[in-house]
Structures are given as C-alpha cells and as structure tokens.
C-alpha cells in the first residue's frame, strides 16, 4: 500500500510541476505570470484541502456524504439563478474577484453520495428499485442542473462515472442499458438541435474541410504536435501558442506540451495518468469497507476519465468537447477538487494499513457484489 501510495504522489506531483511549469511557458507572451500566480493561488488552495483530506478519517464523510450532495445540489441552482454567464454558458459563481464552479463540487459530491448508498443497500443493489431507480433519481437530477448550464462535456464525464460506479456496486447490465441508450439518445438530439456543437461533430468528422472555422483548434493542436517531434522545439520556443491554438492554456494545453517538449514528454504525461489509475484501483481492492472501495473507485475513475476525454479531443479521437487535463491545465475549481479527491484516496490507503481487512470482510456479508449480466 505504501508503494501505491508513494507512486500516487509521485505522479500527481509530476503533473502539478510540469503544469505550472507549462502554464506559464503558454501564457508568458500574451499575460506574463497572471495565469502562473493565479493557479499557484488554487494550487496551494488544493494541496491544503489534499492534505486536510488525507489526514481525515475519509469514514466520518459517510455522516455527510447525502447533505453534502444536497449542498451541491443547492449550489448548481443558484449558478443557473445568479451565476456569472461567460460565452453563453452560466456555470460560474462569483465571490468577489474569484470564479468557482460549483459542478467541480457537485462531481465529488455524487461521488461521496453515491457511495454512502451503495454501502447502505449493498445487499439489493442487484434489485430494480434499489439499484437503480432510486439513485438514479439523485443521479439524474444533478447531471440535468449541470447539463442545463450548459456544460455537456461535465455530465457526459459524470455520467460516465456514475455508471461505472453503479456496474462495480452490482447493478445488472439489463437494468442499466435502457437508461443509458436513452442517455445517449437524449444527447444526440440535443448536439443535433444545438448548431455549435453540430458544427463540432463535423469538424470531427471533417477536420480539412472545417480546418479554418470550428476544425481550427484541433488542427492546430494536431500541427503541435507533429511539429515537436520526439524532443520538442524547446521550452517556451513554441509557436502554436501565439495566437494559433485558442485556449491554449486550458483544453489544449497538452499540443503545447507535445510542441515544446516531444512525444517524450507526452508520453510521459500518459503514464502518469495510467499511474493513477493503476495506484487508486489498487487502493480501492484493498478498501476496508465498501464506502472507501466505491469513493476510491469513483474518484480514479474521475481522474482517469477525464484525462482520457480530453487526450481524446486534442488528437482527434472525440469531438471537441470543452474538458480540462487534471493538475496541468488553468482552472482552480477543477484543481482544488482533483487534489482534494487524491487527498480522500491517500486516507483509504491509510486506513487500509492501520486495519488491512478487506472490505467484504468489513461489510459482513459473503461477497460483495460484482458487475454480472443478466
């Protein structure tokens, strides 16, 4: 367990350096250090709230876990009443100067609720009712505030999350396929009713023909790239940066990585997101109790997930869909809750040590349940 620990921290430390290290790399020719200084602010917010977290007994959250969903739930109703609406979306909250997006909250908030469910109805978690219906209803209404700020990229990730939780908590694959194709069904009428994200689509489909209008970010990116080659043009000497790729410090920050430092670093980057995945599922088997094996497995998976989403986009693989990197892009609400979740992680594992029984052992019961078809 120390292992995984030790290798947890190794890897999120690593992107946090090479984030700030880049961020002010892609932002010092158009905004000096502002970008630099301001994600340092939120860095320092969200090691603070991380070890807080680790230190805790992650246990004492299951008292919490459902009125903490409620906070969230509370928070993304008055961003869609009073929140500060940037480019037509209205997910922000202002306090003061600062912006914060309150479905960074609600993300590990269903997370926490959800698992704080699964523990308590463990034992029919493979029955309609209370398998699905019921958290779905929690489930669904949270992704519906998010969905209709509008943020699609976030419930598509969030759902993505959720299911996967619901799959290792036992749900039934016959029971969890309807809603999910009506899920898919529902999104796709709404990209086709929404031209932006029509013309997203298409430049996915057709990135030449839509090269120098909605194609234009992710060709760009693409030319970033290629351009780096194995070791990249050199720190700070890259040109995609100037004008060339639009948020470039955000969602497309990884071309940049793969301009200025190559393949090598890129690469790199993977393997650190690979590591957290291996170290968080890791910590999850070895959880002491089925509320840490389904918070660990949900935060991993929300790491992961959004990780691989947005590699996704910038080479192409997904349509553009508007998803920072963990730890390396600008944002300090997405940030603070990513270092907060790996604080929660660091605490199973701590735990996990102090009393090594598993969590079927601690639940109980004969076995937990396992993801089966019908």
């Not at 609406?85 to 479905?103: E, N, Y």
């Not at 489930?139 to 969905?147: D, K, M, P, S, Y």
């Not at 298409?202 to 970010?217: F, I, N, S, V």
């Not at 088997?285 to 996704?312: P, V």
């Amino acid at each position: 367990m120390k292992k995984a620990v030790t290798i947890l921290i190794i890897c999120v430390a690593g992107l946090l350096t090479l984030g700030m290290v880049m961020l002010y790399s892609a932002s010092m020719t158009q905004h000096g250090s502002r970008f630099l200084i301001t994600q340092a602010s939120w860095c320092g917010l969200g090691l603070l709230a991380g070890v807080v977290a680790a230190a805790l007994d992650y246990r004492w959250l299951k008292r919490i876990s459902p009125w903490f969903l409620v906070f969230c739930i509370g928070l993304l109703v008055l961003v869609l009443v009073c929140g500060k609406q940037v480019k037509g979306a209205r997910r922000w909250l202002a306090i003061g100067p600062v912006g914060f997006q309150p479905s960074e909250l609600a993300k590990l908030g269903l997370i926490m609720a959800l698992a704080w469910y699964t523990e308590v109805w463990q034992r029919q978690m493979r029955t309609l009712w209370r398998g699905l219906i019921v958290p779905g209803a929690f489930i669904a209404l949270t992704l519906g505030l998010i969905f209709v700020e509008p943020d699609r990229g976030t419930t598509i990730l969030l759902a993505g999350v959720c299911g996967i939780m619901l799959l290792t908590a036992g749900v039934r694959w016959l029971h969890l396929l309807p809603p999910t194709l009506v899920l898919i069904a529902a999104l796709a009428y709404s990209f086709i009713h929404d031209p932006m994200r029509s013309a997203r689509i298409r430049a996915w489909r057709h990135l030449e023909e839509t090269k120098l209008d909605y194609g234009l970010q992710v060709y760009q990116g693409l030319l970033a790239f290629g351009s780096g080659g194995l070791t990249g043009v050199g720190l700070g000497d890259g040109m995609q940066k100037l004008g060339y790729v639009p948020e470039h410090h955000t969602d497309f920050i990884l071309p940049i990585i793969g301009e200025e430092l190559g393949l090598v670093a890129t690469l790199s980057v993977v393997l650190a997101f690979l590591g957290v995945l291996g170290c968080g599922a890791y910590i999850a088997r070895k959880a002491r109790d089925t509320f840490g094996l389904m918070l660990a497995a949900g935060i991993t998976f929300l790491i992961s997930l959004q990780a691989f989403i947005n590699i996704a986009v910038v080479t192409n693989t997904l349509p553009n869909k508007g998803i920072s990197l963990p730890f390396i892009s600008a944002g300090g609400s997405n940030l603070v809750a990513m270092l907060g979740g790996v604080g929660l992680l660091i605490s199973i594992a701590r735990k996990s040590e102090d009393a090594p029984a598993t969590a079927v052992e601690a639940s109980g019961v004969d076995e937990l349940p396992v993801p089966q078809t019908p």
